[in-house]
């Protein structure tokens, strides 16, 4: 459902509202917002869920390293 979301905001709504009805974020849906905030160039947000990731115990995995690596690929920062 995060991938299919419109944009970043409704992504990151809708994150926020299944952790409201209890439910735990998964890699899976961590990774499709990563994605979705790589493809929005916004760099410091994804850096940032990288770190909350690691906090709440998902360590960040291939996929999430490859959006990061593609995100600043995009940007022309290698």
């Known amino acids: 459902?995060?991938?299919?979301?419109p944009?970043?905001?409704?992504?990151?709504a809708l994150l926020d509202q299944m952790e409201r009805q209890g439910?735990?974020?998964q890699m899976t849906s961590y990774n499709a917002l990563l994605k979705k905030q790589?493809?929005?160039?916004?760099?410091?947000v994804a850096e940032d869920l990288l770190v909350e990731m690691k906090?709440?115990?998902?360590?960040?995995?291939?996929?999430?390293?490859?959006q990061m690596v593609r995100g600043y690929s995009d940007l022309g920062n290698t």
């Open 23 to 25: 439910l735990l974020p």
């Open 1 to 5: 459902m995060i991938d299919a979301s």
């Open 7 to 12: 944009d970043v905001p409704a992504a990151q």
């Open 55 to 66: 906090e709440r115990g998902i360590p960040p995995d291939e996929r999430s390293y490859t």
């Open 38 to 44: 790589c493809l929005a160039a916004n760099m410091d």
